[in-house]
C-alpha cells in the first residue's frame, strides 16, 4: 500500500524567512511519482512540481525547491525568503505508473498549514 | 486556456436525499478523478473515469456513482447521503491515452457539500 506523511501539522514562521516542509512516503513500486499541490483558502488544489523515481536531481524554481531522497523516502519542499502569499496548506502526493490509460490515483499526506506572519 | 470546472459551489442537502455534482475537465484532458476532502484532511480519492469507464476505484461505498460522458464532462453521484458525506468535493483531470499519460492531475475550485 502507499502512503505519505507528513509530520508538521501546522507551521508558522515570519516574513522573509526559511521554512521546508517535510514529506515522507512509502511504496512498493519501483515506478511512482512523487507531487506537491499548495491549497490556498479558496480550495482549489494547485499544482506545484513533480518528480520521477527515477530522477533524484533536486529543483529550483524561483524561491521553491525541492530535495529528493530515495534513502531516506523524503521528498522536502523549502520555500526561501518566504512571504504572506505562500500562506496555504501544502500537500505532498504519490501515484505509481499507470499502465493501461487512465492516470493513477493521488495518494496524499495530511497536509501542512503554512503561515506567513507580516 | 479553460481550466477545470465545477458546478455547484456549494449545496446543502438532507440526510437521505440524492446529489450530483459535475465537472468539465481542462481542455485537451481525457481522465477525470474524483477525490473526497474532509475539512482538516487530505483528499482522498474515490474513482477515475477515462474512455468512459470506471478504471479505479477507492474505498467508498456504492452508494458513490458516476458518469463520463463523451466529452469527457462527468458527473459524481452520491445516493442516502449520511452526514459523514459532508466535504468538499474535488474533481481534477489529467491525460491518459496510454504512451501520453500526463501524470499530473489539475484540479478544480470544488463543491462545498453540507449535509445536515
Known amino acids: 500500500a502507499q502512503k505519505v506523511t507528513q509530520a508538521q501539522t501546522e507551521i508558522s514562521v515570519v516574513e522573509k524567512e526559511d521554512v521546508t516542509l517535510d514529506c515522507v512516503y512509502e511504496t512498493r513500486d519501483t515506478t511512482y511519482y512523487l507531487f506537491w499541490y499548495k491549497q490556498p483558502p479558496s480550495g482549489e488544489l494547485v499544482f506545484l512540481i513533480r518528480r520521477n523515481s527515477f530522477d533524484e536531481q533536486n529543483e529550483i524554481s524561483g524561491r521553491y525547491s525541492w530535495n529528493f531522497q530515495k534513502s531516506t523516502s523524503s521528498f522536502n519542499f523549502t520555500i526561501t525568503a518566504s512571504q504572506v502569499v505562500d500562506s496555504a496548506v501544502y500537500f505532498c502526493a504519490l501515484s505509481g505508473r499507470a499502465d493501461l490509460g487512465g492516470a493513477q490515483k493521488l495518494v496524499f499526506g495530511q497536509g501542512t498549514r503554512l503561515t506567513i506572519n507580516p | 486556456d479553460a481550466g477545470v470546472t465545477q458546478s455547484p459551489t456549494h449545496l446543502i442537502k438532507t440526510r437521505g436525499q440524492q446529489v450530483t455534482l459535475r465537472c468539465s475537465p481542462k481542455s485537451g484532458h481525457d481522465t477525470v478523478s474524483w477525490y473526497q476532502q474532509a475539512l482538516g484532511q487530505g483528499p482522498q480519492f474515490i474513482f477515475q473515469?477515462?474512455?468512459?469507464?470506471?478504471?479505479q476505484r477507492g474505498n467508498f461505498p456504492d452508494r458513490f456513482s458516476g458518469h463520463q460522458f463523451p466529452n469527457y464532462s462527468s458527473e459524481l453521484n452520491v445516493n442516502a447521503l449520511l452526514l459523514g458525506d459532508s466535504a468538499l468535493y474535488l474533481c481534477?483531470?489529467?491525460?491518459?491515452?496510454?504512451?501520453?499519460?500526463?501524470?499530473?492531475?489539475?484540479f478544480g475550485p470544488g463543491t462545498r457539500l453540507t449535509v445536515t
Open positions: 481534477a483531470s489529467s491525460l491518459g491515452i496510454t504512451g501520453r499519460v500526463s501524470y499530473e492531475q489539475y
Open positions: 473515469y477515462y474512455e468512459e469507464e470506471e478504471r
